[in-house]
Structures are given as C-alpha cells and as structure tokens.
C-alpha cells in the first residue's frame, strides 16, 4: 500500500501524463491510421530517479490479397499504475466490401499465456473510419500448463472495441479493453491471486474548417481505467481495487501559420479500497489543473513552451503510514520542447522541464512518432 | 509429446534422475526430440535468405509459433523497420522476442543514422527496456552501417553498454564493477546467384553483487551467438550451408553455495532442393546436419551433459504459383553423454517425424505457412506450427 500511495498522491502524476502524451494533433492522426498505416510510436520519460513513463507501440497493416487483411498490433506500456505488453494479430477476411471477420490471437510466450479469440471488423473505404470488435478467451490453456502449478475455475474473457467515425472536421474516437476478473489459486503456499483490468479511452474532436490546416482544434480526450489487484496469502488479504478517471479538454487556436496558443483544463479523479495486511483502508484524490502554452512551427522544426499547474484534493483512511497527509496538494511544471518533423506524420520530440513552485528538476521526455 | 515417445526421455530421466543435481538441468535439453522439431519449425533457406536481405532495406515482421508440448512453446517474433526520416536520416528498430522452451532472448534496439556518405551510416544506438518497468535496462551505445544503394548488402557494427545506469538506478541494491559491452556485427554479400550472411551478437560478462541479505548474493552472466548461411540458388537446384553457435555461462551464490552452469550448442545444416524436369512443378528437398550441445554444471555436485545429434531431412514440394505443399520426413539420432561426479552413461535414440505443411505466399514478399507432423517410430502426434513473414 505505501508504494501504491506513493504513485497514488504523487501532484505531479497528471501533469507528466499530460505532458508526456501526444499531442491531440498527433494523437488524432495515429487514431485515423490505426486499420489503414503502419505506425510507431516510442515515448520515453522520466517520473522519478529510479522510474520510468514508457509507451512503446506499434502496428503494422498489411493487405496482401483483396480478401486478406493482417493487422498486428504491439503494446509495451508501462504508466505508473500499470504495465501492459501485448501483441496481437488479427487475420480479417473480406466477407463484405465493408465487413470482415477476425480471427484473432495474442502468441504468448509460454502456452499458458497469449489469447485467442474471433472478432468483427466494418471499415469505410480508406479504412480511417471504422469499428472493430474483438472477443477474447485469455490464457485459454493456463490450467495445467502454467509452470507455478496455478489452478483458474473460471476462463478469463476480454472483449475489445475500438471505433472512429469522423464528418467534416469532427472526429470521434473510443477503444475499451474489458475483461473478466481472472482468479488463480495456488496449493503451496496456499494462496489466491485475483486480477482484472478495464480500460477505456476516447477522443472527440473537431477542427474548424479554416484551422485544419494549421494544426487547431477544439476537443475532450479522457480515459477510465478499473484495476482490481488482491492476493490472499495464509489467510492475510491484501487487495487494491482502483477507479481512475482523466480527462482533458483543449483548445488550439492558430494565431498565424507560424505561431498556435493552446490550453487545456485537466481533471483527474483516482478512487480506492482494498486491504492492506489484512486492514482496510481507502483512500481518494481529485485534481484539477489548467496548462497553457505556446507554438512556434519553423516548418521542419516547432518549438513549444508553456506552463502546467494542478491543485490535488487527497485523502487517505486505514493506513497510518500516511497520516500525516496534507488534504491538499500543489504541483506544477514549466516545460520547453523541440521538435524536428522531416516528414508529415514524422517527428522526434525532446521536452524538458522544471518544478517552479519545489525548484527541483521536473524531467526529461523524448518522442518518436511515425505513420507511414 | 505424447505417451509413447516419453519413452526415450523417460529413459534418460532416470538415469539422470541418480543425482539430485539434475534436476538443475532444463528438461528441454533432455528432450530426445527437441531438435527434429526445431528443424521443422525453422525458415526454408530461400525465406531465411529473404529475411537476410530485408534486414536494413525494407520493413519486416516474422512471426513462428509451435509447439508439441502441453506447456512449452517454440516462438520467435521478430520485426524490423527501416524508416528514412529524410534523405540523409534514417530509424532503425529491431525487436526479438524469441522462445525456446529453456532460452528466452527479448530485446528491442533502435539505431538513428545520419547518412556522411553514399554508402556511410553513422549513429546513436539505444535499447529501452522491455517491459519498460525501470531506468536501470536501458542501453547506450554507437553504430555504423556500411551499405550499397538498397542496402541489400550491408556492414552493420554495433556496441551499445547494456544497463548502462545500473549502478545508480537498480533497485535490488546490485552494483556491478564493469560495464557490460553488448557488440554486434551483422553482414551480407550477395552476388548474382550466391549470398553470404553472418552475424555475431556477444554480450560480455556481467558481474553484479547483491547485497548480503538477499537469496542470490552474486552473479555472473555472458551470452554470444554466431550465425553463417551460405546460399547458392539457381532455377534446377538451391544449396544452402548453415552454421549456428551459442555460447551461455550463468554463475551465481545461492543461499551461500556456488553454482555455475556453462553451455555451448552448435548446428550445422546443409541443404538442398533439386528440381528435376519432369514437367510436373516437383522439387526434392535433401538435408543434413549435425548438432552438439554440452552442458557443463556445478552445484555441490558436479555434472556434465553431451549431446551429439546428426540428422537429415529429405522432403517433396509441389510449387504452385501462390501455393507450395510439402510432405516430408525428418530424423535425428541424438546421443546423451552424461557424466555425473566422474561416473559416464551413455544413451543413444532414434527420433522421426513425417510433416505436411502448405506455404500460401499471395505476393512476393507475404508468406503464410501451416504445418502438422507426427512421429513415426515412436507413433505420436508431433505437433503443429504456424508462420508469417511479411515485409513492406
């Protein structure tokens, strides 16, 4: 529990989540390549000394006869409530000139890992509209196979969706992972592990007609994630169950071709409950922050500065290591980056920043992103 | 495996079963049928040789998976990109996810070249962790490319420090007294109807002591890996020679006791495919090889493991235009050398499996291959395997 607090009341979390992340430019051009180009995305930054924010994605679509689809998706991320490596690879067959259906797996390592699963795919013609549903059955073959000797009664299910729609210079975006909670016992030691995880994220956007061009728009992006995580050990119960909600709201507004100003309001929420050594606590937080800055766009190369603050509501019960907790929390960031952008859809991004109100060190991020 | 062909492995189980100390050896290397399956599961020479070329001049994903154990799985997962951000810029990653059931080898590296001459290639190299959980995997390091226009043929050098911030950002309190060095080469010549590709991938010894209330107090790892294919391809006939290597040692005190374990496995393939003029689109596939892996191992006890295996492979295709269909046979007569404190036993076995695989290839450079096997002279299914290899 005092790691999780840790990360937990840490006033800088949001803000790096924020900072660190795709812009809600680049994050809606990978969101329209995702069925119809390949992409990379690679973002790397620091949270502490010792610990790293890290997403590592990419996907490969491939059409090699009009019949035949491969879409191969890889994930590695590791934010600082969870970690998540995936590789999944849908085979779709065209069935209709808009429809195709999935069969879908994830080749785990061992037999006792990976997923297989079928699903649906309906696309516009170019692909960069589109609503794919996939249902999974996890680890289908643990029992048996695992080599820790653990027992699973009940099969895991997942059930994936991701869809964008977009009309004239509106887009939306929406993807949910949703799966089942996956209990495993164990004979010696005689324990229980139980898991779950749901995510869901969405953007919504829209790009007056005129700015479109110069990168501006107006849009919400937000996530829920549901993590459950317990572990019963000689009749000790320890258990986290988290309710996390982040969502953004922004506006770019393109002042020239060269100059953009840009802000966006952060809310963030992070409910939970569980045992720890087998005593209750709870605890929750609510955040709210405002960023703002500025960018310079020297074609080839942009430039980008502002400042980011948030305001941390806490509060902790059950646990004592933490009862000295102040119920309220500042944080803040000013940040400098540099882009270099050779190509349309292709950059390598370098951001530093600094804690004004503590006047310690706040981090180094580095990007790369590429559709292609 | 199924009951029957248990019977070699449960042979060499019980001998083995004599010193408590072998329990510490992977039962996989045990396995009497490990490497007819691994023969199986592998590339064809002509796709190996697709993926060589492939490998600095266009994007690549490769994905194998077998299996024909309840729990274990052959799987190697690999992708390649090469993105030119610029004329004179290019990205290149490289990710390897590789399973055999007792080698595990993960590792993304990504190089950032600038190009200084028409054929010159010079960068920063990196390695992020995977998963990305801490600061202390990542590696730094330089590299070059030396290449022709396509980079079809290429030079590629690399050194990058493995963990290089370990000592400062490692939370198991470890410390090690010397940078772990990680050199790669990797080349390929081709001309006309031959080619030539080798790679050498070493990883220098690591030593790290942990503090003294902890399990494992010290530890010591090293790791290198070669790998040669010579090819030869013409229209009536393609001949291909392989040479692999891998060399492993992992040193460590236990709760107060040394343990060492060193390993060295070597393959040697050769093979070809004729195709006579019968009018009918038939080749015949011929191979051979020979494997040897030894283990030497000391935990109060000491043990040594040799195993020698010669083996073919003869197989008949029928190349459509889009389909190839296989049916083959493959056999290896893997011989165990143990040696326990001084004492030696001997075990010789017979191991087979006839295949039938069906390869879908739709476009020149997207393959699809399906696969199935079963052992003949110990009757038993032998497993099945699928693979992708695709490059755009």
């Not at chain 1, 007609?209 to 317990?230: Q, S, T, Y």
């Not at chain 2, 496995?265 to 030894?294: F, I, K, V, Y």
């Not at chain 2, 073919?312 to 326990?340: C, I, K, S």
């Not at chain 2, 295949?355 to 096997?373: D, E, G, I, K, N």
Request: aromatic fraction near 10%; charge should be neutral; include cysteine.
């Amino acid at each position: 529990m005092a790691q999780a607090t840790g990360e937990v009341f840490d006033t800088l979390k949001f803000i790096e989540y924020d900072l660190y992340d795709y812009s809600p430019e680049e994050q809606a051009a990978w969101e329209a390549s995702r069925y119809a180009q390949q992409a990379i995305r690679l973002n790397l930054g620091s949270v502490t000394l010792k610990e790293l924010y890290s997403t590592e994605e990419a996907q490969v679509n491939l059409r090699p006869t009009p019949w035949l689809g491969l879409h191969l998706d890889v994930e590695d991320f590791r934010t600082r409530e969870q970690e998540v490596t995936q590789l999944l690879l849908d085979f779709s067959f065209r069935v209709l000139p808009w429809l195709e259906l999935l069969a879908t797996g994830s080749p785990g390592l061992r037999k006792d890992e990976g997923a297989l699963g079928v699903g649906l795919l309906a696309a516009s013609a170019d692909r960069k509209q589109y609503a794919v549903l996939r249902l999974l059955d996890d680890a289908p073959f643990f029992n048996g196979r695992n080599p820790d000797g653990g027992v699973r009664d009940s099969a895991v299910w997942r059930v994936q969706a991701e869809a964008r729609g977009s009309r004239g210079g509106l887009s939306a975006w929406l993807r949910a992972d949703l799966g089942t909670k996956s209990e495993v016992r164990f004979a010696a030691p005689a324990q229980l592990e139980a898991n779950q995880r749901n995510d869901a994220a969405f953007h919504l956007r829209w790009e007056p007609a005129g700015w479109a061009r110069r990168e501006g728009g107006f849009g919400v992006r937000g996530i829920l994630r549901l993590l459950d995580n317990g572990r019963t050990e000689l009749e000790v119960r320890n258990q986290l169950r988290r309710t996390l909600g982040y969502a953004r709201i922004y506006v770019t507004v393109p002042l020239s071709d060269v100059f953009r100003v840009y802000s966006i309001l952060l809310l963030a929420s992070d409910q939970g409950r569980g045992f720890g050594a087998g005593l209750p606590f709870t605890f929750s937080r609510w955040d709210i922050g405002l960023r703002g800055g500025t960018t310079v766009d020297l074609g080839m190369f942009r430039l980008d500065a502002g400042y980011a603050a948030m305001r941390s509501h806490r509060e902790i019960q059950g646990d004592p290591a933490w009862s000295g907790l102040s119920p309220v929390g500042y944080g803040d960031k000013v940040y400098l980056s540099a882009q270099w952008r050779p190509r349309k859809n292709i950059y390598l991004k370098f951001l530093i920043s600094h804690q004004v109100f503590t006047g310690s060190f706040g981090g180094l991020n580095g990007s790369l992103g590429a559709i292609f | 495996m199924g009951r029957k062909s248990h019977w070699a492995a449960m042979a060499v189980g019980m001998v083995l079963s004599a010193g408590p100390c072998f329990a510490q050896i992977p039962g996989p290397v045990l396995d009497p049928r490990r490497y007819v399956q691994a023969e199986l599961y592998d590339l064809a020479p002509a796709l190996r040789s697709e993926w060589e070329q492939g490998r600095y001049s266009t994007n690549e994903i490769r994905i194998g998976l077998g299996g024909y154990h309840f729990r274990d799985l052959d799987a190697v997962e690999r992708g390649v990109v090469n993105l030119p951000l610029s004329s004179r810029i290019m990205f290149h990653g490289d990710v390897r996810n590789d399973q055999e059931p007792d080698l595990h080898v993960r590792r993304l590296v990504v190089d950032l070249w600038g190009r200084l001459l028409p054929w010159l290639w010079l960068g920063p190299s990196g390695s992020p962790a995977i998963p990305g959980s801490a600061k202390e995997s990542y590696a730094v390091g330089a590299s070059g490319l030396v290449g022709d226009l396509n980079r079809e043929r290429y030079l590629l050098a690399r050194l990058v420090l493995d963990a290089t911030f370990y000592n400062g950002l490692n939370r198991e309190g470890g410390h090690r007294g010397a940078p772990t060095f990680h050199p790669e080469v990797e080349a390929r010549w081709a001309a006309g109807e031959w080619s030539v590709y080798s790679r050498l991938d070493l990883t220098s010894l690591t030593e790290t002591v942990f503090p003294a209330d902890r399990p494992v107090t010290y530890q010591a790892s090293a790791r290198g890996e070669y790998e040669f294919h010579w090819r030869y391809a013409r229209r009536q006939w393609e001949g291909d020679v392989r040479f692999d290597l891998l060399g492993l040692r992992d040193d460590r005190d236990e709760n107060g006791q040394p343990i060492t374990n060193r390993r060295l496995r070597t393959a040697t393939h050769m093979e070809a495919l004729l195709r006579p003029n019968l009018g009918w689109p038939l080749a015949l596939r011929l191979g051979a090889r020979l494997l040897s892996d030894s283990l030497h191992s000391r935990a109060g006890d000491s043990h040594q493991l040799f195993r020698i295996e010669p083996g073919f492979r003869v197989g008949a295709v029928w190349e459509g235009a889009t389909n190839q269909a296989e049916l083959g046979y493959v056999a290896g007569l893997p011989h165990f050398a143990l040696t326990l404190n001084g004492v030696q036993r001997d075990l010789p076995h017979y191991q087979d499996s006839a295949y039938a695989q069906w390869q879908y290839s739709p476009t020149r450079h997207f393959h699809l291959r399906a696969q199935v096997s079963c052992g003949l002279a110990h009757p038993v299914f032998g497993g099945a395997s699928l693979l992708v290899l695709a490059q755009f």
